[in-house]
């Protein structure tokens, strides 16, 4: 069964530090991975994702992830971290062999202190 | 870009009552919608995958008569909590879109039943 792992509730970081937010996965086949953000109360907003093709993947707001097929894992990374990436960041994964279904893993609450 | 549009964003209701809530896809045509319920600090869980033209499916251990799910035309989708209990409330949240481009996510719904 496909699953998706995001080891830490909470990371902690100071602004302009680099900021790295784990995730691995666990699927039958080629995955499609996915990150988003949720503010309170509001719906998840799509980050990035990977399907195929440069290990190495650049989304919105500056956020990057790198997949490695043989750690079977998606975090996500940024380089310099902002107050307002302070949120839930949750890795999804949907397994192409197991149809259209897209499991999230927990989720993992990011603050960023200034 | 894909947009999705998630109403109400927020409604109480009388314990025994029934709310419904929709999703519609306001750019592009979604045959498939996606409806999930996030509990307060816990991450997204998949309820039941809305077909256009035919019945949803349902995950396990989601009852199908109490969360009725229509999907009447390609952008329009509808979760209806029948006799809602308290123990119903909960962030629900839809989301349409495309395998390969990813899924966008409704701004969800808070629904609070007293």
């Known amino acids: 069964a496909q699953s998706v792992a995001q080891p830490e509730d909470q990371v902690n970081v100071a602004e302009g530090n680099p900021l790295t937010v784990k995730c691995t996965y666990s699927?039958?086949?080629?995955?499609?991975l996915f990150w988003y953000v949720q503010y309170p109360n509001r719906g998840l907003q799509f980050l990035l994702k990977y399907i195929t093709g440069d290990n190495l993947v650049k989304g919105s707001y500056g956020f990057e992830a790198e997949f490695n097929k043989s750690q079977t894992s998606f975090h996500l990374k940024k380089p310099s971290a902002l107050v307002s990436d302070s949120a839930l960041y949750f890795c999804a994964v949907r397994d192409i062999n197991g149809g259209f279904k897209t499991i999230f893993g927990a989720g993992t609450r990011l603050f960023v202190k200034a | 870009g894909a947009v999705v549009s998630q109403h109400p964003s927020r409604v109480i209701c009388k314990s025994g009552t029934s709310v419904k809530i929709e999703c519609r896809s306001l750019d592009f045509q979604a045959t498939t919608m996606f409806w999930y319920r996030q509990f307060p600090k816990q991450s997204l869980m998949l309820m039941a995958t809305s077909n256009e033209g035919s019945k949803a499916t349902y995950e396990q251990g989601v009852e199908k008569d109490k969360f009725l799910i229509n999907h009447a035309s390609l952008t329009l989708s509808t979760l209806t909590v029948t006799s809602a209990h308290p123990e119903d409330s909960s962030f629900y949240i839809c989301s349409a879109g495309d395998l390969n481009y990813g899924y966008t996510f409704g701004s969800g719904t808070r629904l609070t039943v007293v």
């Open positions: 699927v039958s086949g080629n995955p499609y």
